[in-house]
């Protein structure tokens, strides 16, 4: 009886998890116009989206904020983080690793105020990712980063200035290593 009850339980759990991915498929569809791959639990709690076809969301997965661009054939990988306040673009064909947080904005930190009362600062332009880029595991990429076409981000680093085209950069902040061959 209990091997009954425990098979149930496990095809109830299936079945929703189906029908969750059926539904937010639709979801994504009518909002973007062209349905990701969804690969478990993605977080969105954003506005002016758009997804480009092709897209892979893997688990954990968070959206926040406003005008995120996801181009073509984008990978999106597990934990990952976007949080947008001015836009964040990401161009075609780019992998971003899992645990990776994208920010454009970070809280105010004048002296003589609470830091949990000032407002954020973002940037102005946002953050622009471009074409053909990877991003490594646990890269953070912060206010005013704009990495640009065939770039390469090595894992665990922080990304906070220009990255040029066709180099990769790793460390803290993110340095140019080498360039592409």
């Known amino acids: 009886m209990k091997s009954i009850i425990s098979n149930f339980l496990f095809l109830s759990f299936r079945i929703k998890e189906y029908i969750l991915r059926k ?10 116009g062209y ?32 005008d ?13 983080i976007i949080h947008s306040t001015n836009g964040i673009h990401i161009g075609n064909n780019t992998v971003i690793a899992g645990q990776c947080y994208i920010i454009d904005s970070n809280h105010g930190t004048k002296k003589d105020q609470l830091i949990r ?13 471009g074409n053909d880029v990877w991003i490594g595991a646990q890269t953070t990429i912060l206010k005013g980063a704009m990495i640009r076409d065939h770039a390469v981000i090595g894992a ?6 220009e990255i040029s085209e066709n180099v990769i950069a790793a460390g803290n902040p993110a340095k140019v290593i080498k360039y592409r061959q």
Request: hydrophobic share 40%; aromatic share 8%; proline share 5%.
């Open 117 to 129: 009362l000032q407002p954020s600062e973002a940037a102005e332009q946002g953050i622009v990712i």
């Open 35 to 66: 349905p990701p791959h969804i690969l478990g639990k993605v977080y969105l709690k954003a506005k002016n989206i758009h997804l480009g076809r092709n897209v892979t969301l893997y688990p954990g997965v968070y959206l926040w904020g406003n």
């Open 68 to 80: 995120i661009f996801i181009g073509d054939n984008v990978d999106i990988g597990i934990g990952t």
């Open 156 to 161: 665990n680093s922080i990304v906070n200035s």
């Open 23 to 32: 539904v937010r498929g639709v979801i994504w569809c009518s909002t973007t």
